[in-house]
């Protein structure tokens, strides 16, 4: 017999061997699905080490000289001890790394996109030697006045929220 109908046959077998839950359960069924599940779970863990952490991970940590990479399995395994009351606080510290790598990185895109908007509203409020009391000048007190009282509208009407 051929490799192909040697794997047709096992097939077939094991599908029907699933299907032997709808009449009850019972052990042939358990044990196909143990089957199942335990490949793949090979798979998967055969499947990400060749496809992510060999090529990503082991080879640049070993063959580059890149040993400080060891941290990166280390840091993702203290998210574990979110599951424990005495050492969650280990967790917490991994989360706050993370998190504060993000703000970062969100920042540093914010920052270039809406500076200019703020550095936009510092306009002179005082005359100068070459504009005078212009209408120019006139303009930005009544754009300080609105941003004043807009912003003490919304620092001062809404209570704060208690306990959140």
Do not use: C
């Not at 703020?118 to 754009?143: C, E, R, T």
């Amino acid at each position: 017999m051929s490799t192909e109908v040697l794997v047709l046959w096992a097939s077939a077998i094991a599908t029907l061997g699933v299907y032997t839950i709808l009449y009850r359960e019972n052990p042939v069924s358990r044990l196909f699905e143990h089957i199942f599940v335990g490949l793949s779970v090979g798979y998967l863990i055969v499947a990400t080490w060749t496809l992510n952490l060999e090529g990503k991970w082991w080879n640049p940590m070993v063959h580059e000289g890149r040993w400080y990479w060891i941290l990166a399995p280390i840091v993702g395994l203290l998210f574990y001890f979110i599951y424990s009351r005495r050492l969650m606080w280990m967790a917490r510290l991994a989360m706050g790394f993370f998190f504060g790598i993000a703000a970062g990185y969100t920042f540093r895109q914010f920052f270039p996109i809406y500076s200019p908007q703020v550095y936009g509203s510092f306009k002179p409020l005082l005359p100068d030697a070459q504009l005078g009391w212009s209408d120019v000048i006139l303009h930005h007190w009544v754009f300080i006045i609105i941003l004043l009282s807009v912003m003490s509208y919304f620092f001062f009407s809404v209570p704060p929220a208690v306990g959140s």
